[in-house]
C-alpha cells in the first residue's frame, strides 16, 4: 500500500491517495443521497489519518464545494430542488450564522465556551436522531409491519392523520404569506420560514458545523417539505457554503489543493450514485438511514470525549472505527439498495 | 399523553443528564490540549520539492489571492468534467434520471 503514497506539499506529510479516494467516495455517496456536506465524517476522518484539524477543514470544504456541483445538477434534473426556498434559506441562514459566531464570540470573553458548543452537538445529535427515529415508528407502524391501507380493507373510512409540527407552523397567519408550490406547500407565513432557518443557521454557526444535517431535518419536521426535495433544496444550499469556505479557507492558506482533487475523484463518482439512490428509496427509508447515521455519529462523538476525559487511546480508536465503520457501512446500504431498486425496475420494464 | 411517548421522554432525559458531566468534563480537557497545539505554518520549504509540488508551493508562498481563486476554479471544473463523466458511465449502464414523484 506505501505504493500510494504521495507527498502533499501544503500539508506537508506523506498520505495515501487510496485512503483519499475512499474518504471521497463514501461521503459522495452519503452527500448526494442525503443533501448534506458530510464535513461531520471527513474532517475527524482525515484529522485521524494524520491531517492537521485547520487543513483537515479546508481541504473538506474544497471537496464539497467541488462535489455538491455534479450532486445538484442531478437533484434539479429529478425534480428535488425548491430554488425558491433554496434561496430564502440561503439569506436567513446567513443571519442566523452570524448570529451565532457573535454569541460564540460573546462567550468567549465570559470563559469556558468549549464545553458549552460540545454539550450542544452531543444534545443535538441525540435530539434528532431520537425525534427522527420517533416518527419512523410511531407515524409509520403499519408500514414497518407490512400492512397496507387495512382501514380500506376492511371497507372503514381512514382515520384522520394527526397534525404534524410543519401543520401546526403552516396555521400561523402572519402576513405576508408564501407558497412554494415545489414543495407542495400552499400557503405559510414568509416570517416563519426565516425564523427556521435563521434558527438553523444560528446552530451552524454556534456548533462551527456546515449545518446540512441540521437544515435536512428541519426542512421536513418544520416546513414540511418532502423528504427526497429537502435533501435536493439542501444540497443546494450546501453547494454555496462550499464555494465560500472553499475560497476563504484557501485564502487563509489552510487548502491541501493536492488532497482536495485526489478525494474529489471518489467524491464526484460516490456524489452521482448518492443522489440517483434518491429515485429508488422512499422517503420514510431516507430519513431511517439518516437517523441512524446521526445515531452513530453522536457515538463516535461521546467515545471521542471519553477519550479526552480519561486519554485512554483505545476510545480514541474505537471513535475512528465508528465513524468510519458507518461511513462505509452506510455507503454499502446505499450502493445495494440502488442496485436492488434498478434491478426491480428492470424487471418490471420486460 | 401515551405511555410509549412517557417512557421515550423520560429515557431521552436520563441519556442527556448522565452526559452533562461527561461532556463537560471532556471540553475541559480539549480545550487544554488545543492551547498546546503548535502554530502552523504559514510558508512551504521549496527546498526538496519539484514538478507541480513545487509550482504549488510557489503560488502558495507568493501569491496566496491567486492560489485561493486557482483552488476554487479548479475544484468548481474537476467537480462538474467529474459529475458529466459519471453521469455519461451510469446513463451507459441504464442508470438514467428523471423526473420523479414524491412518495414518503
Not at chain 1, 458530510?38 to 473538506?60: C, E, K, R, S, Y
Not at chain 1, 468567549?108 to 458548543?117: F, L, R, W
Not at chain 2, 471540553?27 to 487544554?32: D, E, N, V
Request: glycine share 10%; charged share 15%; with cysteine.
Amino acid at each position: 500500500m506505501d505504493f500510494f503514497n504521495i507527498y502533499l506539499p501544503v500539508a506537508g506529510i506523506e498520505f495515501n491517495a487510496l485512503l483519499l479516494v475512499l474518504i471521497g467516495f463514501c461521503v459522495g455517496v452519503l452527500g448526494g443521497f442525503f443533501g448534506v456536506g458530510g464535513g461531520w465524517i471527513v474532517t475527524p476522518a482525515l484529522n485521524i489519518f494524520g491531517f492537521h484539524m485547520a487543513f483537515a477543514i479546508g481541504t473538506d470544504l474544497a471537496n464539497i464545494f467541488g462535489q455538491s456541483i455534479g450532486a445538484t445538477k442531478k437533484h434539479h434534473k429529478m425534480g428535488n430542488i425548491d430554488w425558491k426556498l433554496g434561496t430564502i434559506s440561503i439569506v436567513a441562514s446567513i443571519a442566523g450564522l452570524e448570529g451565532g459566531s457573535q454569541v460564540v464570540l460573546l462567550l468567549e470573553k465570559a470563559g469556558d465556551i468549549g464545553s458549552i458548543v460540545r454539550w450542544c452537538y452531543l444534545f443535538l445529535m441525540i435530539g434528532l436522531s431520537s425525534l427522527m427515529f420517533y416518527d419512523y415508528f410511531s407515524r409509520n407502524p403499519k408500514k414497518a409491519a407490512g400492512i397496507h391501507d387495512q382501514s380500506k380493507l376492511a371497507g372503514q373510512i381512514p382515520q384522520r392523520e394527526k397534525a404534524t409540527i410543519a401543520d401546526r407552523l403552516h396555521r400561523i397567519n402572519i402576513p405576508p404569506m408564501i407558497s412554494f408550490p415545489d414543495s407542495g406547500i400552499k400557503s405559510v407565513s414568509l416570517w416563519i420560514v426565516l425564523a427556521i432557518f435563521a434558527f438553523t443557521g444560528f446552530l451552524s454557526g454556534f456548533l462551527g458545523v456546515g449545518g446540512g444535517f441540521i437544515r435536512m431535518p428541519a426542512l421536513v419536521y418544520l416546513i414540511g417539505v418532502p423528504t427526497s426535495i429537502a435533501v435536493g433544496t439542501d444540497l443546494m444550499s450546501v453547494l454555496f457554503s462550499g464555494a465560500y469556505g472553499c475560497l476563504t479557507y484557501s485564502l487563509k492558506g489552510r487548502v491541501e489543493i493536492i488532497a482536495a482533487f485526489i478525494m474529489l475523484i471518489g467524491a464526484s463518482i460516490g456524489a452521482q450514485i448518492g443522489a440517483t439512490a434518491v429515485k429508488y428509496i422512499k422517503g420514510y427509508g431516507i430519513r431511517l438511514l439518516f437517523a441512524l447515521m446521526i445515531a452513530f455519529a453522536g457515538c463516535s462523538i461521546a467515545l471521542e470525549q471519553i477519550y479526552k476525559i480519561t486519554g485512554n487511546e483505545a476510545y480514541q480508536g474505537a471513535a475512528g472505527i465508528v465513524l468510519m465503520g458507518t461511513a462505509v457501512t452506510m455507503t454499502l446500504i446505499i450502493v445495494i439498495r440502488l442496485m436492488a431498486g434498478f434491478r426491480r425496475e428492470q424487471i418490471m420494464k420486460m | 399523553m401515551s405511555l410509549k411517548r412517557i417512557l421515550s421522554t423520560a429515557l431521552l432525559s436520563i441519556v442527556l443528564v448522565c452526559t452533562i458531566p461527561v461532556v463537560d468534563q471532556a471540553a475541559r480537557t480539549a480545550i487544554a490540549s488545543e492551547k498546546q497545539e503548535t502554530a502552523l505554518s504559514m510558508t512551504i520549504d521549496t527546498k526538496k520539492l519539484s514538478g507541480i509540488n513545487l509550482v504549488i508551493a510557489r503560488m502558495y508562498n507568493e501569491d496566496r489571492v491567486l492560489y485561493a481563486a486557482m483552488v476554487t476554479i479548479v475544484m468548481a471544473v474537476l467537480g462538474t468534467v467529474l459529475a458529466f463523466l459519471t453521469d455519461l458511465v451510469l446513463k451507459a449502464l441504464g442508470l438514467e434520471v428523471s423526473r420523479i414523484s414524491h412518495r414518503e
